[in-house]
């Protein structure tokens, strides 16, 4: 007998002791970290500690964090392990990882907000500085164009840019 033959004889009595099946349930709460739920058959049996993720309580790779009263399909690996295999509806997808590309990566990596707005931030303040230091007032304005000297003149402060002015929270990194 060859080792491939050994290992489909394996598999083969293996599945023969355990039967593996699947039901259709609803989210009753969710763990995020044990990366484990709680959900309640369609038949009314309640499951707790079904897995979310191959490894309970890891904070590493990629796991889907089910709505609570969505319905999802749990796999069963034995009578008392169970995994969510599908879901109808996530509240976000974790995703610890060394490299997260979406479509194919072209358009670079996200930026770092907090690096971002003190950069600009340090930009609009020596405009600021420089725009009181060197721009005319009225009076002495005459050799502006007048709708410059009015937007700059009349207009010349502008607020600090903040986080929420450039910021999507839907991905965050």
Known sequence: MTYREAFFKLVEQRLELEELYSIIAVVNSVDEDT??????????????????????????????????????????????DSFISCYTNVDKILIDTDLVQFNGGDNGGLINIEDLVAKINNIENQLKDHQHKYIPYPGGAAELPVSTTKDIVTNPDFSNTQDSDIEDTNITH
């Not at 500690?49 to 796999?75: E, F, M, R």
């Open 35 to 80: 990366r484990t739920c709680v959900v309640t058959e369609v038949e009314g049996a309640v499951l707790i500690d079904v897995k979310l993720q191959a490894l309970n309580s890891s904070s590493l790779g990629l796991v889907q964090i089910p709505t609570v009263g969505s319905y999802v399909i749990v796999s069963f690996l034995s009578p008392t």
